[in-house]
Every structure is written in structure tokens, then in C-alpha cells.
């Protein structure tokens, strides 16, 4: 019955998805004539010494000194996601579209909110090492989180939730409580800078609770955040 339901799922997810229609494009429109735009951040030579200086003062309390995230309180690992993904986020904190406790309030501060410093902290994350063991859910049975994975996400996920170098996020290894959250913010539309026509909320909109947990403890187990540290 179980498999039943999730087969289903995957099957109208598949219906209404195309890889092809979405790309870190579509975000750059969106942020089109903001000060902070992406195409301005990424064109700044990087100092990730000085990320990694703002991230000790500024970001430790929260995400950890190693940037591994704190699964009981759903705070995301950072360290060795892309870095266009944590550039295009970190702005809209800083711009107030994206909500997250705390986030809005640290990226206003001044030595925060300029392109440098999110340049610099973008890059000292997306190369720090990963976490070796994010928070999952502790139920053994991966296959139908695998499956509705590799029915629904896979294509710009990644075959490992690597993510890409152009800005689709790396999900494997990041902390459980946090990816059942943010499926969960995605299927409500709360997640306010996502556009609703991108994918994810779409395919959101048809998985079950059950399913979400089934995908997010899949993705918890995964070899971590991007494979290579690459860009
Ligand atoms: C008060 C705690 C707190 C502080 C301080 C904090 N964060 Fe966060 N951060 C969070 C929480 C909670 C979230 C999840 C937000 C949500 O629910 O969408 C988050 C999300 C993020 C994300 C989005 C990750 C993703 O996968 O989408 C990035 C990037 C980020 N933080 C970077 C930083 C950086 C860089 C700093 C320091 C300059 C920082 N944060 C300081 C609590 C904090
Ligand atoms: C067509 C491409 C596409 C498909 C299919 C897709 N995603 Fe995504 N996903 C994205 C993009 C792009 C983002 C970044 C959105 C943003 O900037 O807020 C994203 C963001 C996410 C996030 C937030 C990551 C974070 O660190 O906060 C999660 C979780 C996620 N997707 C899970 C999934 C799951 C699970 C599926 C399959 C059921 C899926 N996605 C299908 C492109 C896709």
C-alpha cells in the first residue's frame, strides 16, 4: 500500500517537472536590479580568510564552529554547499525575501550586508570540509525515499544531491529536521523568495508527509554535501 502511494506520487510529480525549464537563470531574472545582484557578488575576487573570519564571529552560534548545521534545531549545514546556491541565499536574507529565524536580523549588520563580505563568506563555506554525520531520521528503510529521489529530483539534484556549479543546492548530508522543514515550507509556498513556479514547489504539492520524511532520511544518509568541494 505504502509503495502504492509513493509510486504515485512519483508518477504525477514527473508529469509536471522538466529539468530543462530551470536554471540559476530564472533567479538571476528575479534578482534583476537589486543592489545585491548575484552576477555583481560572483565577479568579486574571493577572500575566503576573511569569510572565514566573519563566519567565526558572526554564524558559529548557530550553524557550529565546523559549519556542520545542528539537526535538533533544524539549522542547516553549510560547509561544502555550492557556492552560487549560498551567494543567491545569503542575499535574499540580507534583502529580507527569505525568512529564517535570526538570518535577516545578522545580515543587516554592516559588516554583513555588502557584497564582499557575502562573496567571501560563500566562498570559505562551499570548501570547508563536510559534516561527517548529519541528524536523519533513524529508520532504516531508504528505498522509497531512493526511489521517489530518483523519480523526482535526481535530474537537478544530482544522481548523489551533489547539486551543480550554477546553483542548484547539494541536499545529500544535510541535516534531516532542516530538508523536512524547508519540503515542508516549498509545499505551503512559506518559503518567501522561492519562486512558486520553480519545481520544487510544484513537486512539493503532491508528496505526503510520509513521503517527505521518506526523502529527507534518504537524503540525510547521502555522502554529503557536494562531492568535490568544486564551485
Ligand atoms: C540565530 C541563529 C543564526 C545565525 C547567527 C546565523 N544563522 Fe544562518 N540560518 C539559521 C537558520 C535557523 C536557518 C534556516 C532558515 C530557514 O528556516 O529557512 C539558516 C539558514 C542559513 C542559510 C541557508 C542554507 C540553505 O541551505 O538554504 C545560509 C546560507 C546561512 N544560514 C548562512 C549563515 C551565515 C553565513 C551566517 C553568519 C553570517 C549565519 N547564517 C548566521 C540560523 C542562523
Ligand atoms: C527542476 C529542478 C528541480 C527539481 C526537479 C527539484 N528541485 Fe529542489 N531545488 C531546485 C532549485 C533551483 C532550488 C533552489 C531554490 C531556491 O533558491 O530557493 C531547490 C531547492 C531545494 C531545497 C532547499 C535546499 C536548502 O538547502 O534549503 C530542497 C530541500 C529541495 N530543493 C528538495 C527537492 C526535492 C526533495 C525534490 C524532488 C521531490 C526537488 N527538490 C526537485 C531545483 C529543483
Known sequence: ????????????????????????????????????????????PPDAGHGKTLYQLHCRPCHGSHGWGDGPRAIPALAGQREKYLIAQLVHFAEGRRSGQGMHDTMQQPDLNWPQAIRDLAAFLSTA??????EYSGDPDLSVGRRLYKAACK???????????????????QQYRYLTE????????HRDAANPRLPPAVAMASLSTRDVEDIANYLAHLSYLTADNAQ
Open 1 to 44: 500500500m505504502r509503495a502504492f502511494r509513493s509510486m504515485s506520487a512519483a508518477a504525477i510529480l514527473l508529469c509536471g517537472l522538466s529539468a530543462a525549464s530551470l536554471s540559476i537563470d530564472t533567479l538571476r531574472a528575479h534578482e534583476a536590479g537589486s543592489s545585491l545582484s548575484l552576477e555583481r557578488i560572483w565577479a568579486i
Open 129 to 134: 570540509p563536510r559534516s561527517p554525520g548529519p
Open 155 to 173: 535530474d537537478c539534484h544530482g544522481p548523489s544531491a551533489e547539486g551543480t556549479a550554477a546553483g542548484v543546492p547539494a541536499l545529500g548530508g
Open 182 to 189: 524547508q519540503l515542508d515550507n516549498f509545499s505551503a509556498e
